[in-house]
């Protein structure tokens, strides 16, 4: 599976759009972009995932470049209960396994 | 309400005492597995089950067994725990088709004396 980079922290102010970036440049064409997040030491939480479209849901928007080597994970109003690791994965389907790195730190600030 | 359950939420034991950490998940989900996590090295995979019956070993399986009977649970067994198997688990489920929407569980905390 591609490797991803994410920068390990990142700030944002209750109520502003966090803007989530993700690299991930060795991306294969049949790979998805998964997206979760580990409010501390709770279980992992699945957000959104995507192909080559951009994606919405309830929580949150990705946005797929258009080469797809990065993505950004959108949460559009930022609350203090989104404090948390944010992981962005590559994977192809049906792996039966996610290799989760080390994500990115997100602190909501009030 | 659709949920992964772990049990014990928290473990103490010593060295050599075998131990089961429970697994269910109410969701009908044919995908489960188990992770670990520790500091500085993440999450990593010990054991997966693709559907009942069938098992296999992830990325840290030494020192661990499993076993699908039902498709709702998934035990993880530690036959003769050692101080480095002391972590935060993690039991995950997912439907077969798209089996990296993973839900997970809330996690045990073990630690072993």
């Known amino acids: 599976d591609a490797k991803t980079t994410q920068p390990p922290s990142m700030d944002c102010a209750e109520g502003r759009a966090a803007n989530l970036p993700c690299n991930h440049s060795t991306i294969s064409g049949n790979e998805y972009v998964y997206w979760y997040r580990q409010i501390h030491s709770q279980g992992p939480q699945y957000i959104i995932h995507?192909?080559?479209n951009n994606e919405t849901n309830e929580m949150a928007s990705l946005i797929i470049t258009e080469d797809r080597k990065s993505s950004t994970l959108i949460l559009p109003h930022a609350t203090l209960r989104d404090t948390a690791v944010y992981y962005c994965i590559v994977s192809r389907g049906s792996n039966y396994k996610l290799t989760f790195g080390k994500g990115t730190l997100l602190t909501v600030n009030p | 309400e659709a949920q992964v359950t772990q049990n014990p939420r928290y473990l103490i034991t010593v060295t050599g005492k075998k131990l089961t950490v429970t697994c269910s998940q109410n969701m009908n989900h044919e995908y489960m597995s188990w992770y670990r996590q520790d500091p500085g090295l993440g999450l990593r995979q010990i054991y997966y089950s693709m559907n009942v019956e069938v098992t296999d070993k992830g990325d840290v399986p030494e020192g661990y067994k499993v076993s699908r009977k039902e498709k709702r649970n998934f035990p993880l067994i530690l036959e003769s725990p050692s101080p480095n198997q002391t972590s935060l688990y993690f039991c995950a489920s997912s439907r077969r088709e798209n089996n990296e929407k993973l839900f997970f569980g809330s996690g045990t905390q073990l630690s072993v004396l």
């Open positions: 995507g192909l080559k």
